[in-house]
DNA sequence: CTTGGAATTGGAATTATTCCAAAGAGCCAA
DNA sequence: TTGGCTCTTTGGAATAATTCCAATTCCAAG
């Protein structure tokens, strides 16, 4: 399990972007590091109005694009179903169950890493890799 | 390169879906064929309408997911952009460039996808693996 | 305080894709 | 050949995720 992020990162993280630590972006990334399954926009916005009910789903965009910018978030996209949020920030690929829909991550080793990035020829120069896996996870975690 | 497949390919993987080979799916997939560029839907549409000019948006979605189902072509999806379509049946990795948005397939040899397959834990049990790199590519392929 | 930029909001707009019902085509049996 | 059956195509409407936009609201600094 990755230890979760204190509190100052958020603020700090947002700061070095010259952006203000909102309500509406402290709990979104709360809501976020408290339950990672991977929500979609609309799953959050319905955890978050627990908090702020009247935040809207424009908001929610606007909040999760920010954490993504900043870095504390990643965005996950499997085919061209809604976008899902992780934040999760170390090197990992993710796993699509094909029954349940759940995503699941898989930690990615340097080495794996690296390997991977070997099969680029020359005149590729790589800034990301994203590996996803679909299949079946007859799994409890 | 891959070597084209022949004519009867087509055909014969339609039939053994029991499926009809129609004008609209042989220039659809023809197209796809002559000009390697993962188009969009909405790419194919066009330059298929210069062989049969009143085939519909509609069909085109019909006929690409058909292909894909039959496994002659693969749908390659980047975030959350339109998918995009790859008659290239080898394993291989896309390359996605940042300046340009195109997109480029990158050769996997079995080694490396086997060494990615080892970062899964036992539970599970992938089908498919799908690794897109985003960078720069200062190539001419 | 006041004021300017940042952030939020609700609703409209966009976009890729799917749905649907009607018309068309191909093929086999009578 | 003529139905009749199924598969396909078609155009347009519908859907769904996301973005856009203009109007507040919120702060933070002067």
Redesign the interface.
Same mark, same amino acid.
């Given at each position: 399990m990755t230890p979760p992020l204190p509190p100052e990162s958020l603020t700090q993280r947002l700061a070095d972007s010259g952006l203000r630590a909102t309500p509406q972006r402290e709990v979104i990334y709360s809501v976020l590091l408290r339950k990672r399954d991977h929500p979609t926009a609309e799953e959050v916005f319905a955890r978050v109005k627990a908090e702020l009910p009247t935040i809207s789903l424009a908001t929610v965009y606007n909040c999760l694009e920010t954490l993504v910018q900043c870095e504390l978030v990643r965005?996950v996209?499997f085919? $061209?179903s809604p976008?899902r949020y992780c934040p999760n920030l170390r090197p990992h690929?993710h !796993?699509h169950d094909?029954q349940t829909g759940r995503t699941?991550d898989?930690? *990615?080793?340097p080495a794996?890493l690296a390997?991977?990035n070997?099969? *680029?020829?020359s @005149? !590729?120069? %790589?800034?990301?890799?994203?590996?996803? !896996? $679909? @299949?079946?996870? $007859?799994? %409890?975690?």
């Open positions: 965005a996209n085919e $061209r976008t690929a !796993f094909e699941y898989i930690d *990615l080793p794996v390997e991977v070997q099969v *680029l020829p @005149g !590729f120069d %790589a800034s990301s890799v994203e590996i996803t !896996f $679909r @299949g079946q996870a $007859r799994n %409890a975690s």
